[in-house]
């Protein structure tokens, strides 16, 4: 299991070194994907081209809606809800009921009915728990 700011760091540390631009915080308004090399619009006015351009912008993505107009593109809501939370693993180690589950390189975990836990530490000296719960409930409207 890998955290998701570990592999957005390794995405981010390859990408500048091989010598791509990297920009946060754009508001993407157009693109065209027609174009070689691909060219793209932000909200400040600014135009971009690239060989390969990587949108991330999450689960709401304002580009999936611009590369598929016609079609329906919201997140579908699903009764699972993931918790996911990190401590240092120095004030943890006091606590003799956690202490076995903090070598580094062990991965824990409990299923249970529609519920899943699982815990590791991490190589940033964190303890990192993951909790998934199957039956959490949909979204209120």
């Known amino acids: 299991m890998t955290e998701r700011p570990a592999v957005q760091r390794m995405a981010y540390d390859a990408s500048i070194a091989a010598g791509a631009t990297v920009l946060f915080n754009c508001q993407v308004i157009g693109l065209d994907q027609n174009a070689l090399p691909v ?6 006015g600014q135009e971009y081209t690239a060989d390969l351009i990587i949108t991330a912008d999450g689960i709401k993505s304002k580009i999936r809606q611009i590369i598929y107009p016609d079609r329906a593109v919201e997140p579908v809501p699903t009764p699972e809800c993931i918790f996911q939370s990190q401590v240092p693993r120095r004030i943890l180690k006091s606590d003799d009921r956690v202490a076995p589950y903090l070598e580094p390189n062990t991965t824990h975990g409990t299923l249970g009915p529609s519920k899943f836990f699982i815990c590791r530490a991490t190589e940033e000296g964190n303890f990192a728990m ?12």
């Open 39 to 44: 060219r793209l619009w932000t909200a400040d």
């Open 130 to 141: 993951t909790s998934i719960v199957m039956d959490y409930g949909l979204p209120l409207a």
